[in-house]
């Protein structure tokens, strides 16, 4: 036992003692951290937007214009509800289940699902100046002014060539080349892109549709229909979106004013609604509400479980490479000298498992770190969501599927490392078990949202895919026959594993030539075990 810690800790620190180990160890929570905090500015960085309008119906410039300002509005809700969770007395105290997003998501939809009527509401109530008011009392002595933000989409003024009252094609083709970038708008002077083109057909009431022309719209299909929205762009949905809502909103209005309907009484029934609770019957009484760190357990075991796939890939990746350059450098050879095959492949299997509990725990203390040292509102979730984790079981679980899933992989790929002489020739050996590393990764998703159905159960009783999928069924108390029935495959196969990869150890990693067949390999470890 004494030789094999000592080959133990030479294989650690080997690892630990090199620059490049520290740099990829730290890489990953830097990377974390730059996009973490990148992802929280993007919104405000995004461009300023320029658009034409040309409504040559005359009917729906209004309803446009009200949806981008509607737009602009919700984000300088947003920003301000952020802003005041920042900044407010007891930072501590913010709801975890109350996100700035839901939250205004919540607000819209008390007003109801009309824009217009949204947006009023806000300007109605004093808007920011009046929510910058009612917040004064809650914001710490020290706390910043507010910003607002800069408005998204601006209307440019239309080009001196252009005539609106040409037809829609017309039209198009006269700003084409605005919108595919090869030529600018002049704004105050500056030149700017064109981002997108809202035209409104004088006709466009022709293409309104309705119950009754539903099915004739489907059959008849053809060119542009309604409002016509030109922009290179396809990913930014966020104007034509808001734009098609608010013009059928007008529509609606319209609809409902002709048909003599009383417009407030449609308000108040669209916004009459029943609440939906979600319950969870596993807790304790009166606290039965599932809140966003429930759903936040709930998925928690897939990071895990990709916390157990990247270090598995360090740790691997270092057991083939030390085993084969040592064996390419003759230093297998003096090694056997002084101690046994056994000793030599434990005291590798330690080494590199400490060397990968080492990257686990550098990256825990990093994210710990991150959390004392960068502090908003996302990071004081994740400090109770933390908590909760911390109180659940899926430390332990996360510790033990850890363990084994190293000692069953690493013993495999330790045996393969044995029988190279290159990573060339480990390569063609490992494609079927990477092959094999990838399907729970794959099937993550639909395991946690499904993590007792029959995917799930078939693949937690296949010993390879056990760590990864026990894992993943973690947080949803998967039946008691499973996992005891699982940890005992597990542990049985784990052994298994450890004690053939031996075999394969003791006869491969002398051997030179060629790596063997399978069928060489199953003769070689049957031939082995027959002597033993």
Known sequence: MRVTLLIASREYLENVKTKGFWIGVLLVPIVFFIIFHVSSRLATATPTRYYLLIDQSGQYAESVDIAIRREHQRRVMQ???????????????TALSREPATQLDQLIDDFGNDEVATLDEWL?????????????????????????????FIAAPLPAE???????????????????????????????????????PGQVDADIVRPATLQRVIVDGGGPRGVQYW?????????????????????????????????TQVRDVQRTRLPLSRLDPGKAAGSEEV??????????????????????????????????????NRIIEVLLAS???????????????????TTILAWIVSFFAFLQLYQTVETVMMVQVLDVLLSSDLIPRFVFYYLCCYALYAGIFLAIGSLCNTLKEAQSLMMPLMMVLVIPILT?????????????????????????????RAAAQPPM??????????????????WLSGRVFRQGILRTGQPPRIIELWRMMRRRSSRS
């Open 231 to 263: 922009a290179s762009n396809l990913t930014d949905t966020r104007l034509p979106n808001a734009i098609q809502t608010s013009i059928n909103n007008a529509i609606r209005q319209q609809e409902y004013t002709s048909r003599g309907i009383d417009i």
């Open 124 to 152: 109605s109530n004093g808007g920011l100046d009046f929510a910058l008011q009612m917040s004064r009392a809650y914001l710490r002595p020290d706390a910043p002014a507010f910003t607002e933000p800069r408005p998204q």
């Open 162 to 200: 252009l005539d609106v009252s040409a037809p829609a094609q017309t039209i198009v083709d006269t700003l084409r080349p605005y919108l595919n970038g090869e030529r600018r708008l002049q704004v105050n002077g500056e030149a700017v892109s064109l981002f997108a083109l809202i035209l409104i």
């Open 444 to 472: 993550m998703s639909f395991i946690a949202q499904d993590p007792n159905g029959t995917l799930a159960r078939v693949m937690s009783w296949i010993p390879l895919f056990t760590p990864f999928t026990m894992m993943n």
């Open 79 to 93: 920003d301000f509800m952020r802003y005041l969770q920042e900044n407010r007395t007891d930072l501590s105290g």
């Open 481 to 498: 026959f499973d996992v005891v029935g699982t940890t005992l495959l597990l542990v049985f196969t784990t052994i298994a594993v450890l």
């Open 339 to 357: 101690v046994t095959p056994g000793e030599l492949m434990m005291g590798k299997l330690l080494g590199i498992g400490a060397t990968g509990i």
């Open 291 to 328: 809140s966003l760190a429930d759903t936040f357990r709930q998925w928690a075991p897939m990071g895990f479980v990709y916390l157990i796939f990247i270090s598995l890939m360090q740790s691997v990746q270092y057991l083939l490479s030390n085993t084969i350059e040592e064996k390419s």
